[in-house]
């Protein structure tokens, strides 16, 4: 297992929650890596994504309240996330790079390796 994603939960509208994604193997945090969530019925969406070079791109309806992180020292990749609303209640997928997409410096991203997700719920 490579990507394990982990902070799910439940939190109130307008709440804080903070999710990580712990990195193995052949795939590390260093290169580029994003999250993704899937709401109940619908289709997984891009929430944010993050460069080999550092690059953070994030989809228009969570700018300015979510921001995604990586640790290297740590090998994991983060996401945390303010004003929750509730339609934010989704599974939440972790997805990295495989080593060999993987390009120190690049600001692209080419994601083909994920997580199992980790649920939770956002309450009014």
């Known amino acids: 297992v490579q990507l394990v994603e982990s902070g799910g939960g439940s939190v109130q509208a307008g709440g804080s929650l903070k999710l990580s994604c712990a990195t193995s193997?052949?795939?590390?945090?260093?290169?580029?890596m994003g999250w993704f969530r899937q709401a109940p019925g619908k289709r997984r969406e891009l929430v944010a994504t993050?460069?080999?070079?550092?690059?953070?791109r994030y989809e228009d309806y969570v700018k300015g309240r979510f921001t995604i992180f990586s640790d290297h020292a740590k090998n994991k990749l983060s996401l945390q996330m303010n004003r929750l609303k509730t339609y934010a209640t989704a599974v939440y997928y972790c997805?990295?790079?495989?080593?060999?997409?993987?390009?120190?410096?690049?600001?692209?991203?080419?994601?083909?390796?994920w997580g199992r997700g980790t649920l939770f719920t956002v309450s009014s």
């Open positions: 993050i460069s080999a070079d550092g690059t953070t």
């Open positions: 997805a990295a790079e495989p080593g060999w997409l993987c390009y120190p410096g690049s600001s692209a991203v080419s994601l083909d390796v």
């Open positions: 193997g052949s795939v590390s945090s260093s290169c580029g």
